[in-house]
C-alpha cells in the first residue's frame, strides 16, 4: 500500500480474534490504530505494545459497542490522539449459541444489542466523523446463508447488519465515503471455536471446497484491500471471504 503513512483507523474488537490481525495488517500498511476493547485491557494492551513495537503510532480504548455514550467516547479518544479518523473497522460482536425454541429472550437481546446496535452506533459515529475517502468496514456473517440450528439470534443481528451497510452506502452519496461487509465463513479465533467440540469443528473445516478454517489473517487481507487504495470503488458491498463455504 502507498499512501497511508499518516492515515488512522478505528479497528473494534481489536483486542484478539480477527480484530487483532486486522490491526496488525493495517498497521503493517501505514495506518495508526486505535485498538478498542471491552473487558480486557492487559490483552488490548499486548496489541498496542506489538504494533508500537513495529514502529505504529497505536492507543487502547475501552468502550461498550452496545452503548451510545461510550461509542461517542471511543471516537473522541481517537480523534484527540491522531487529529482525524480515515477508516474504521467494526469486528467487535459475540455470537452465543442457543435454539429459538428455547425463548431465551435475554440471550437474545444481548446479541442483537452488541452486534446490531453496537454496528449501528458505530456506524453513526463513523458517519460523522469521516471525511472524503473515508472507509467504513463492519462485520457480517457468511453463516448467513446457511441458516444452521441455534444461530437464529446470530443470524439475525448479521442480517441486520448487511441492511444496514445498504442504507448508510446510500445515506453518505456524494461524500466519497465506502461502506462495506466482510462476512467470513468459519475461521480459527477463539469466539468461533469456544464451545465446538474436536468433532464439530472437523467437520465444519471440511464444508468449504479449501477444506480448511479461515484463519484471522486471510480476514485481514481482505479488510486491508477494501481499507486500501485498490478498494476505492467498491461500495455498498458484501465481501464472503470464506473459501467457498456459501
Do not use: C
Not at 498497521?27 to 496489541?47: K, L, M, Q, T
Not at 504494533?51 to 480523534?79: H, M, P, R, W
Not at 469521516?130 to 441458516?147: D, Q, Y
Amino acid at each position: 500500500m502507498t499512501n497511508t503513512a499518516t492515515k488512522t483507523a478505528i479497528i473494534t474488537g481489536a483486542s484478539g480474534g480477527i480484530g487483532r490481525a486486522v490491526a496488525k495488517r493495517l498497521a503493517s500498511d501505514g495506518f495508526a490504530i486505535a485498538v478498542h476493547y471491552a473487558g480486557n485491557p492487559s490483552r488490548a494492551e499486548e496489541v498496542v505494545a506489538e504494533l508500537k513495537s513495529a514502529g505504529a503510532k497505536a492507543i487502547a480504548v475501552k468502550a461498550d459497542v452496545a452503548n451510545a455514550a461510550e461509542v461517542e467516547n471511543l471516537f473522541k479518544q481517537s480523534t484527540d490522539a491522531f487529529g482525524h479518523i480515515d477508516v474504521v473497522v467494526h469486528a467487535a460482536g459475540i455470537m452465543p449459541l442457543f435454539p429459538i425454541a428455547s425463548g431465551d429472550v435475554d440471550s437474545f437481546d444481548k446479541v442483537i444489542s452488541t452486534n446490531l446496535r453496537g454496528t449501528f452506533l458505530v456506524m453513526a459515529q463513523s458517519a460523522q466523523h469521516l471525511s472524503s475517502g473515508g472507509r467504513i468496514i463492519v462485520f457480517s456473517s457468511s453463516v448467513v446463508a446457511k441458516s444452521f440450528p441455534n444461530y437464529g439470534a446470530y443470524i439475525a443481528s448479521k442480517a441486520g447488519v448487511e441492511g444496514l451497510v445498504h442504507v448508510l452506502a446510500n445515506e453518505l452519496r456524494g461524500r466519497s465515503v465506502t461502506v462495506n461487509a466482510v462476512a467470513p465463513g468459519p475461521v480459527s479465533t477463539e469466539l468461533f471455536l469456544n464451545g465446538k467440540t474436536e468433532a464439530q469443528i472437523k467437520e465444519l473445516s471440511k464444508l468449504a471446497p479449501l477444506e480448511r478454517l479461515g484463519q484471522p489473517d486471510d480476514i485481514a487481507g481482505v479488510v486491508s484491500f477494501l481499507a486500501g487504495p485498490d478498494g476505492a470503488w467498491v461500495n455498498s458491498q458484501v465481501l464472503r471471504a470464506n473459501g467457498g463455504f456459501a
